[in-house]
T-cell receptor, first 114, second 111 residues
Framework: AQSVTQLDSHVSVSEGTPVLLRCNYS??????LFWYVQHPNKGLQLLLK??????LVKGINGFEAEFKKSETSFHLTKPSAHMSDAAEYFC????????????FGTGTRLKVLA | DAGVTQSPTHLIKTRGQQVTLRCSPI?????VSWYQQVLGQGPQFIFQ???????GRGNFPDRFSARQFPNYSSELNVNALLLGDSALYLC??????????FGPGTRLLVL
């Protein structure tokens, strides 16, 4: 069965410094992986997705993620954090059998310090 | 073009009551999925409907039910509400089976 593990529940960075949010996945199939962001009292916004094309995936707002099969990882990075990046981030794997339902990680809360 | 819409935005109910949440997918999308997000956790899959038929069901009790209408909108019903049903309920819309967009959610508080 598919699953994702977000290794950090909270991450704090200073504005202008790099962001790294870690995610490991488990999948019997060649997975489809996603990162979503959720700002307070808002819905989910897709940052980027990996669907077996290029292993380095570029998303919106300067975020990118690299799919590493050997490490079963899909870490999210951004070179320079902005105050507006403060939010909850979810790593997601898609169930490739049948429903394509989304399996969410437990989330990483990113705090950006001025 | 309108995105996924959900109503109501907020709802307060008491234990034992029943609630109906509504979702309208993006125009032309034929699949709707429902997720429950309890505070401090990631969303959990409840149902998926495609072309008005149930395609999948998550690990939720029979108190949870849903349906999809001919115009592809959907309702999620929860009977005999428990305190633990307090959550943000998210609807996702897709053209085929893969999710394309999420709605803003309905926040349900059970007292």
């Amino acid at each position: 069965a598919q699953s994702v593990t977000q290794l950090d529940s909270h991450v704090s960075v200073s504005e202008g410094t790099p962001v790294l949010l870690r995610c490991n996945y488990s999948s019997s199939y060649s997975p489809s992986l996603f990162w979503y962001v959720q700002h307070p009292n808002k819905g989910l916004q897709l940052l980027l997705k990996y669907t077996s094309a290029a292993t380095l995936v570029k998303g919106i707002n300067g975020f990118e993620a690299e799919f590493k099969k050997s490490e079963t990882s899909f870490h999210l990075t951004k070179p320079s954090a902005h105050m507006s990046d403060a939010a909850e981030y979810f790593c997601v794997v898609s169930d490739e059998a049948g429903t394509y339902k989304y399996i969410f990680g437990t989330g990483t809360r990113l705090k950006v310090l001025a | 073009d309108a995105g996924v819409t959900q109503s109501p935005t907020h709802l307060i109910k008491t234990r034992g009551q029943q609630v109906t949440l509504r979702c309208s997918p993006i125009s032309g999308h034929k699949s709707v999925s429902w997720y429950q997000q309890v505070l401090g956790q990631g969303p959990q899959f409840i149902f998926q409907y495609y072309e008005k038929e149930e395609r999948g069901r998550g690990n939720f009790p029979d108190r949870f039910s849903a349906r999809q209408f001919p115009n592809y909108s959907s309702e999620l019903n929860v009977n005999a509400l428990l305190l633990g049903d307090s959550a943000l309920y998210l609807c996702a819309s897709s053209l085929g089976s893969r999710t394309d967009a999420f709605g803003p959610g309905t926040r349900l508080l059970v007292l």
